[in-house]
């Protein structure tokens, strides 16, 4: 008998369905960064605003990589469901905070997913993504990094703080080298 | 109605209600059940089960609304529907998830350079 379902894709069912839950994974978090730079926004928070508005593309960038590899594999992508999200911060430390914790969680679930890639033999969809795992490393790096810069800077040099958070990077990713 | 079967449809997984066959020649999955053919991409019928899989029983057997005592599935690329009760509900997620169980072994045994004997 035919092997039909192996015949139209190479991704197992299993893989699909946890890719789909990624791709609303990373829609949700560009939904999150976009209602932080709407805060940020609206506090005067100009350089803040710009760095969760870039955050904000580039998680519907990673949900796009997803979204055409699957579709390439010849597996089914679905456009997720974006549940509402929080628009009000307490302050520019809570937003911070909200942004760790999504990127600690979107690391959880790309591990548990090469997990699952292992289990079922889809290497290919294991190597897609580990270039997730370098970037998962960075985003946790510069949220942390942020925070501590928070806590540094003395709370009535807003300006300052405000410029200083929209400039941390992460240069020193020893999968780079 | 398995009195007709095409000689190309291979049975691949039954139960007193209905049966799963799979044709080769047309890449194509059958469902019969409720006195009905319908012919499945690998795709569609994946996608038929999951369909099937999520419907809430549990909403359906606690509801007194009457919208609640059938549900009804729009077959994929199809104008057909399927409307059903929760028994029939019940006894087609049998047929389905049986009929996956047997395809994925049927992978299995690919993937380890084995095949299923074909039948006579
Ligand atoms: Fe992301
Ligand atoms: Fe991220």
Redesign the interface.
Known sequence: ?????????AIK?SVELALNQQIQMEMVSSSKYLAMAGWCDRNGLDHCAGFFYKQSDEERHHAMKLFHYLCDQGA?AYSPEVPAVAQEFDSLRSVFEGALEQEVSVTDSINRIIGICRRE?DYATEELLKWYVKEQMEEEYIARRCLELIDQIPSDQIYYLDKKLASVTYDGNVFDE | MTSNVPTTY?E?FRTDKGVVY?C?AS?R?ILEFWNTRTQF???DF??FRRMVETIDIRQMALSTAASDDVEILTLPRSERCYVLTLCEIVHLRELLNGAKLM?DL??ML??CGC??P?PA
């Open positions: 008998m035919k092997d039909l379902a192996r015949l139209r894709t069912e089914t033999s | 291979q691949v799979q080769d890449y999955l991409s690998a795709r994946a996608h395809l049927n992978s690919r993937e095949t299923l074909q």
